[in-house]
């Protein structure tokens, strides 16, 4: 349990100190989890991150607290959260005092700049990740195609997405079609 305790604290910790733009921008690190220590499965994650954007809170912080209880209960959902927060509240402090110095810097916006592109990536990524180890039926490809296509038709709140998506899921399951 210790070394578990450990790694947990190690691992959000560092996603905490690399996830530069989000809460979204933590999927990455947590997917890499799965394969790296097997804490959670792909499917549980999908749950964590639905149900992190449902619950009120910043989205990365939700995903901390639920995959630290998954992991170790009350204490992992406690120490995954801290852990998570320690390198913002550091790193909000040392940029308020330095962005004002150095907000027009070459170098400065080069790299914010660049920050941009590579969390898409990291991003598409994982929801590429995600399409691939969880859609596994035609009612889930035809339910994505479409809402991938009327999210771009329409241009809604995301959340709009999810609630049609559970309401369509719910009737599925219960005239009896599964989606796994």
């Known amino acids: 349990m210790l070394n578990t305790l450990f790694?947990?604290?190690?691992?959000?910790?560092?996603?905490?100190?690399?996830?530069?733009?989000?809460?979204?921008?933590?999927?990455?690190?947590?997917?890499?989890?799965?394969?790296?220590?097997?804490?959670?499965?792909?499917?549980?994650?999908?749950?964590?991150?639905?149900?992190?954007?449902?619950?009120?809170?910043?989205?990365?912080?939700?995903?901390?607290?639920?995959a630290g209880f998954k992991t170790l209960g009350i204490i992992g959902s406690v120490l995954a959260t801290i852990a998570l927060i320690i390198p913002s509240f550091f790193f909000v402090i040392l940029i308020s005092k330095l962005l004002y110095k150095f907000n027009e810097n070459f170098w400065v916006k080069s790299v914010l700049?660049?920050?941009?592109?590579?969390?898409c990536g990291l991003l598409t990524a994982v929801g590429l990740g995600f399409i691939r180890d969880n859609i596994k039926c035609f009612p889930a490809v035809c339910l994505l195609l479409f809402l991938?296509?009327?999210?771009?038709?329409?241009?809604?709140?995301?959340?709009?997405?999810?609630?049609?998506?559970?309401?369509?899921?719910?009737?599925?399951?219960?005239?009896g079609i599964k989606f796994v």
């Open 148 to 175: 991938f296509i009327i999210s771009f038709k329409f241009k809604k709140n995301p959340l709009y997405y999810f609630l049609f998506a559970a309401i369509i899921g719910i009737l599925l399951q219960i005239i």
């Open 7 to 66: 790694y947990l604290i190690y691992e959000f910790f560092k996603i905490g100190f690399f996830s530069v733009g989000g809460g979204y921008a933590t999927m990455p690190f947590l997917y890499q989890l799965i394969h790296d220590y097997g804490w959670y499965t792909t499917d549980e994650l999908t749950n964590m991150i639905a149900i992190s954007m449902i619950t009120p809170g910043p989205v990365g912080v939700n995903m901390a607290t639920f």
């Open 113 to 119: 700049y660049s920050l941009k592109p590579a969390g």
